[in-house]
């Protein structure tokens, strides 16, 4: 029995051994001939066919040719130049992809699809070289290499529909901040109270520049950060701020809000994915009343609104049956007079401001801002109560002295009557509590 156990041991090793040859020799014929050597291509000449933008993406079609065959490809990307890196073969507009519906490949005068391969792009400022492996619709493996100068230009999106334009003091200093919502072509609003709603589908520019007038100045802004509702020292003139994510806190729930500078996508009315406008600048420019505003962040972002803009201002007390006394109570300085202006309609006073002009100057009009002591020209005094007398420059408003103590006062004259605006204005009353006005107003007062 131990005899024919090995034999029977020996037979089936036998038989394995067989086997394992068979499947080894099945295992390697079908490979022979699917890894052909590939065409390979010199495709000399590169050529831009046009950059061509769908759901976001730009499409950049390119074509490579030795004059016999070419080879061209709508190559997918964010930024508005070809850039380096590989690209597959994609059904869907994909980043990092070329599109299968739109590249092909014509040799020996025949077109064909492609398959399935990739691309692989280098740069070197306008030079690029290109290299591809692909199989076509037969399954013909190519491989195809080309170089030359492709030139992209930026152009910037355009904006043309000025949604809301705002332009509001800041308080507690003497700046103003200017708040622009401009949309383009597929987005419209309307501002109620203050409040816009947005209408259509596409792209919304909302920006917060910081300037020195209460107008929207002239130049370049930089970027800069800022807390929303943070303090007043935080703004500079000459700068926008940073878009940034504001934890909101309503109910006891947390409610992320994108604040300040962003660009936004918009659909239908709803705002569906905001990206920060955060560094770059934003320049301003004027021409015969038309603005021209640039945002440019950068590669990501380049955007353009040309045309008129109406701002909404805070609007003045219009006055002309408001009038000033004007009292000189320091007629012995050699170097200025210290005037003491109180606005009035009829009998009430609605303002005091006690400021310094030159020796004997001409006119009251200036600029004046808070100095204590106040003792040289240009500067005012700070309000102060005394057992409930009001001294130096304060504001009345509901039978309460509110004393200034913060802001810049600017006089202005035209055809004999004064215009007096506090600018950036901050104040407190009697026990201390802060007033609610940042901006006060007086225009055409008489004598």
Not at 411 to 418: A, F, N, Q
């Amino acid at each position: 029995m131990k005899y024919i156990n090995n034999l029977y041991y020996a037979v089936m090793a036998a038989c394995m051994m067989i086997c394992m040859a068979s499947c080894q020799n099945d295992a390697v014929d079908p490979l022979t001939g699917l890894f052909p050597e590939p065409t390979s291509l010199e495709l000399n000449t590169l050529t831009d066919e046009g950059v061509t933008e769908h759901d976001g993406m730009n499409v950049f079609n390119i074509k490579m040719s030795d004059g016999n065959n070419t080879a061209t490809f709508a190559v997918l990307g964010k930024k508005y130049y070809l850039e380096a890196g590989t690209y597959t073969l994609s059904q869907n507009y994909e980043r990092n992809s070329f599109l299968a519906n739109s590249s092909k490949v014509v040799m020996a005068g025949v077109e064909h699809a492609i398959d399935r391969g990739s691309l692989s792009v280098e740069k070197e400022k306008d030079h690029y070289t290109l290299s591809a492996m692909v199989w076509l619709d037969d399954q013909t493996p190519v491989k195809m290499t080309s170089e030359g100068d492709l030139t992209y230009v930026r152009k910037p999106s355009p904006l043309v529909n000025v949604i809301q334009a705002d332009i509001k003091p800041i308080d507690g200093t003497s700046l103003y901040q200017v708040y622009l919502a401009i949309g383009d072509a597929g987005v419209t609003g309307t501002v109620t109270g203050g409040n816009a709603t947005y209408k259509g589908s596409g792209n919304l520019a909302s920006i917060t520049l910081i300037t020195s007038k209460q107008e929207l100045s002239t130049g370049i802004y930089t970027a800069a950060d800022a807390v929303y509702n943070g303090p007043a020292g935080q703004y500079t003139a000459g700068t926008f701020l940073k878009g940034y994510t504001y934890n909101y806190e309503m109910f006891g729930m947390v409610l992320p809000l994108p604040v300040f500078s962003l660009w936004t996508t918009m659909a239908n009315g709803m705002q569906v994915d905001s990206k920060f406008i955060d560094s770059g600048t934003i320049s301003v420019e004027k021409t015969d009343g038309d603005y021209k505003i640039t945002i440019d962040n950068g590669n990501d972002l380049y955007a353009l609104y040309t045309g008129k803009i109406k701002f909404d201002v805070p609007t003045p007390v219009v006055s002309d049956d408001i009038t000033y006394t004007d009292k000189i109570t320091n007629s012995d300085d050699a170097a200025s007079d210290e005037h003491t202006v109180a606005i009035k309609k009829g009998e009430n006073t609605l303002a005091q401001f006690v400021f310094r002009t030159k020796k004997d100057a001409s006119s009251l009009a200036g600029t004046y801002k808070f100095a204590d002591p106040c003792n040289n020209f240009g500067q005012l005094s700070k309000g102060a109560d005394f057992y409930g007398y009001a001294f130096g420059s304060y504001y009345i408003e509901d039978g309460v002295n509110y004393y200034l103590n913060g802001g810049t006062l600017v006089i202005t004259e035209s055809e004999g009557k004064l215009n007096f605006v506090l600018s950036g204005a901050s104040m407190v009353d009697a026990n201390g509590a802060t007033g609610g006005k940042t901006e006060l107003s007086y225009t055409n007062v008489v004598k």
